[in-house]
């Protein structure tokens, strides 16, 4: 692992298979309005785009995630890296402070624990986001 780190194909085809890619605004499960692949900055209901456009949105979208993560240099590993580049970009960087203690000190089964606790949107546990956290924790893991 060197810095700056990159999410690699894997971690985008993550973020992919739980955010779906549609052409289409529409609300998520936390009522907030989206396009592409996840992306909500300046969305408007209403709006459609093209699967080259939700492409450059997520490139667009993940890079703050990156540059975050790259600041504190955490040993990680690439798996590592991508689990984390998908919880935080589903969760917002804001909550990368929950973890940090943990991350520094390389207590990794301490920080995928606490992946799986963040589970709920719009005040109700979601299914979809009990298999997102499943499958990043695993990759986190590997």
């Not at 700056?4 to 085809?13: A, C, H, L, R, V």
């Not at 592409?36 to 900055?41: D, L, S």
């Not at 390389?106 to 956290?133: E, H, P, S």
């Amino acid at each position: 692992m060197s810095y700056p780190m990159k999410t690699s194909i894997s971690g985008i085809k993550l973020i992919e298979q739980f955010e779906g890619i549609k052409l289409k605004s529409y609300l998520c499960p936390a009522g907030v309005p989206t396009i592409g692949i996840g992306h909500t900055k300046g969305v408007k209901m209403g709006q459609t785009i093209t699967k080259d456009i939700a492409l450059q949105y997520l490139a667009e979208d993940i890079k703050p995630i990156e540059n975050v993560l790259n600041q504190y240099q955490y040993k990680l590993s690439q798996n590592q890296y991508d689990a984390l580049v998908s919880f935080l970009f589903n969760v917002g960087t804001g909550r990368l402070t929950n973890f940090h203690t943990d991350l520094k000190s390389q207590n990794y089964t301490a920080v995928a624990a606490r992946m799986n606790k963040y589970i709920m949107g719009g005040g109700k546990v979601l299914t979809g986001l009990v298999n997102r956290r499943k499958s990043e924790t695993e990759l986190f893991l590997a």
